[in-house]
């Protein structure tokens, strides 16, 4: 069965760094299209970035492009997230998620979702 497994996690102060990872099982996700998404508490899930490696190009959400970094191990089939410059609404559950079709921003688009992991940053 495939799957996408996230760890990283955890509680840092504003202006710290976290880097999450991603890592996919079951099939290959060679070729997909990758991306991480957020969610607040009391807020909808939201777009933080998406890329597709097939054709070289990653987008970001305007609220964390320069301080986010997306990246990818083919060889331990795990993407990441560097997060640098952390501010305390980048709090929320981070999910990775895969599709098999081109970018897109919108969640529902996504086939496959990892279960969450944490984020808090404290001011």
């Known amino acids: 069965q495939a799957q996408l497994v996230e760890s990283g996690g955890g509680l840092v102060q504003a202006g710290g760094s976290l880097r999450l990872s991603c890592t996919g099982s079951?099939?290959?996700?060679?070729?997909?299209?990758m991306a991480w998404f957020r969610q607040a508490p009391g807020k909808e899930r939201e777009f933080v970035v998406v890329?597709?490696?097939?054709?070289?190009?990653?987008h970001y959400a305007e609220s964390v492009k320069g301080r986010f970094t997306i990246s990818r191990d083919d060889a331990k089939s795990t993407v990441y997230l560097q997060m640098n410059s952390l501010k305390p609404e980048d709090t929320a559950v981070y999910y990775c998620?895969?599709?098999?079709?081109?970018?897109?921003?919108?969640?529902?688009?996504?086939?496959?979702w990892g279960q969450g992991t944490q984020v808090t940053v404290s001011s």
């Open positions: 998620a895969a599709r098999a079709g081109h970018l897109s921003t919108n969640d529902a688009e996504y086939d496959y």
């Open positions: 079951g099939r290959t996700f060679d070729g997909f299209t």
């Open positions: 890329s597709s490696w097939t054709i070289g190009i990653q």
